[in-house]
């Protein structure tokens, strides 16, 4: 081994480089987009299934000439379980729980091990972190100690079903939380079938899921026991007519939440973008605010023309020495809370509305008080044009098309526009 010195290893950690980096004998740097970075065991086992399996418990960021000789030796002790037949994955627990592990991995172990094998790809650490919180919330208390292939319809349905309650009103996590309800049953159908798929792939746990069926599954499962109801797959938004009076009150309040929820209606930006914006993306001169591709759901840079509105705003905000963060959070050098902006909204207009409606009501608003063309709507919003034939002839960003745009809205949410912006530091004093 030693393809990657412990240099060569920093230098990639920091350049922030996706993909699986070699090292040699089956041992590889992965970094995913969002820069995080993990050490990977590539294998084929003895029935010719290919694994990539994370090795936890190493920082390749902080990695040293000592900690890189450890991670090589864990590589070669994996190897040889690899040439004596068994499944490295099955023996995760260490080797007292193999015998136990080929009886069926409980379901916190199969969650843990999906997370493990596939947080290194996901774009944030929150993605992961969502995961973890949700299942530790809502699941493992039911099942987490249930052999993975033992859980029934009847236990999710339970899961589903739990008491929860919502600014004071009593209820089931399905019928007070339905969007938390919907990703818990996801995150659920998506761990089983992982585990299943690696069972199947093992001739010591592969009797445990024949005729198997995915309990968590929706369509003619669970969808059948909750009342016909589905899903949520829409965000619920405030009415485009009512916004200007919102954003009324919402500028007579200083705190950061306000704040950071302005600029996202001023913007038409995700709650993510919004939170994890840094100083050095705003260019504040030019009035442009540039989102990474490693920020953005489409993963592609994003141009936010700022209108005379925001960019007074962000002209106003205080910034945080040692916090590279436009919208700091309570934490030392960390954003503000993903759940700060919802709930500066359930304060002051109650329980139903997102955040992420008012890009809902942006669009409505385009469509039905303007004469801008969908495509423009289309990447104010940054989203993915799924006609290929209207995707190749759109090379651009129309940024001075979307500049007018933008201010045209600013000035609709502002009622007294331009006007508006020379009474703007009133409202933060």
Not at 73 to 93: I, M, N, S, T, Y
Not at 245 to 260: E, I, V
Not at 346 to 352: A, I, N, V
């Amino acid at each position: 081994m030693g393809q990657l010195t412990v240099k060569a290893i920093a230098s990639l950690v920091a350049a922030r480089s996706p993909g699986l980096h070699a090292h040699g004998r089956g041992l590889y740097l992965a970094i995913g987009k969002s820069g995080s970075a993990t050490w990977t065991f590539r294998y084929t086992t003895r029935e010719g299934k290919r694994r990539l399996m994370t090795l936890e418990g190493y920082s390749p960021a902080g990695t040293t000439a000592a900690t890189l000789k450890a991670v090589e030796a864990e590589v070669e002790r994996l190897r040889e379980v690899v040439k004596a037949g068994d499944d490295p994955l099955a023996e995760r627990g260490g080797p007292a729980e193999i015998e136990q592990r080929s009886a069926g991995l409980t379901f916190k172990e199969a969650a843990l091990d999906y997370i493990a094998a596939n947080k290194g790809a996901w774009k944030n650490e929150k993605h992961a972190q969502q995961w973890e919180n949700t299942l530790a919330s809502y699941v493992y208390p039911h099942v987490g100690d249930k052999p993975v292939h033992t859980v029934t319809t009847t236990d999710v349905k339970a899961i589903l079903e739990q008491p929860h309650s919502r600014n004071g009103k009593t209820g089931t996590l399905w019928s007070n939380a339905r969007e938390t309800a919907s990703r818990v049953r996801s995150r659920i159908e998506i761990v089983i079938s992982a585990a299943k798929a690696l069972g199947l792939g093992d001739k010591k746990t592969a009797p445990l899921w024949i005729n198997h069926r995915n309990p968590a599954q929706w369509k003619d499962n669970l969808n059948r026991l909750l009342n016909g109801k589905q899903a949520k797959s829409h965000f619920k938004a405030m009415d485009w007519n009512d916004v200007p009076a919102f954003m009324s009150d919402l500028l007579a309040k200083t705190d950061y939440s306000a704040r950071a929820l302005a600029l996202t209606i001023l913007c038409a930006t995700r709650t993510n973008e919004t939170i994890n914006a840094t100083w050095s993306e705003v260019d504040l001169k030019n009035a442009v605010w540039t989102i990474p591709a490693a920020r953005m759901k489409a993963g592609r840079e994003h141009r936010v023309p700022l209108s005379t509105i925001a960019l007074e705003l962000l002209n106003q905000v205080p910034r945080v020495d040692a916090n590279p963060y436009v919208f700091p959070g309570a934490r030392a050098k960390q954003p503000l809370s993903n759940m700060a902006m919802l709930e500066m909204l359930r304060g002051m207009r109650g329980d139903g509305l997102t955040v992420h409606g008012f890009r809902s009501a942006f669009r409505d608003w385009i469509t039905e008080t303007t004469v801008h063309p969908d495509v423009i709507a289309e990447q104010a919003l940054a989203h993915t044009i799924n006609d290929k034939t209207v995707a190749a002839y759109r090379r651009g960003d129309a940024f001075e098309r979307r500049k007018k745009l933008m201010q045209q809205w600013a000035d609709y949410l502002t009622v007294e526009g331009q006007a508006y912006a020379n009474r703007w530091s009133t409202f933060l004093a």
